[in-house]
């Protein structure tokens, strides 16, 4: 064991005499301290209704035919972005406006993605 690693897990557990005291913050007042709750976005909670606006398909994968449709659909968008970038990239300016939109539209076909996944198997209702 190393020095420091005992000295750091001595003063954790209060074994080397000092009045240093550590405390676990419950998780709502940790909320509260970095100033947004995890579980909501912009102090609304997060919603089956959201979902159903932000991922149109990917809460329609209730069964076998329908995940594989939700996941085409979002590979297509994502290849099509692709396309564009691609084509359009070369324009200095713009083809930095085009490539932050793609990065963006390649995160939102992702979780699309996942979220057909979980509708799938039941997780996300």
Known sequence: ?????????????????????????????????????????????????????????????RDVKGLIIAILIYAVISFVGGIIHGLVGGIPLVGMVIGVIGWLLGIYCTVGIIISILVFFKVVK
């Open 1 to 61: 064991m190393s020095r420091s690693g005992g000295t750091a897990d001595a003063l954790a557990s209060g074994a080397s005499g000092s009045n240093i005291v550590w405390v676990q913050i419950p998780s709502p007042a940790y909320n509260e301290w970095i100033g947004f709750p995890i579980h909501s976005v912009l102090g609304k909670e997060i919603s089956e209704m959201d979902l159903r606006k932000i991922f149109p398909h990917a809460m329609g994968a």
